[in-house]
């Protein structure tokens, strides 16, 4: 599984003087109530939204995306 690592995306986000859902959202162009989600934890990115995320803010995917072990119940 893979997750957004959300600080680094508000690091680079405030880098550009984003620092509100909406400022985000309008430089994205991605719904200001995904961005919330998102950055909440509560939704990871697809792909679209991802790499907005990494062309607004100069990000590069594999250093943002980080792969997360499975927790499988036994």
Known sequence: MFRL??????EAAAHKG???????SRRTGIAESSVSRILR???????????RFAEQYDLDLRAVIKRV??????
Do not use: C, H
Not at 19 to 24: G, H, L, M, Q, Y
């Open 41 to 51: 934890g509560e939704a990871q990115p697809d792909l679209n939204s991802a790499m």
């Open 18 to 24: 984003d620092t509100r859902n909406a400022e985000i």
């Open 69 to 74: 072990p499975i927790q499988v119940a036994a």
């Open 5 to 10: 690592d959300v600080p680094k995306l508000l």
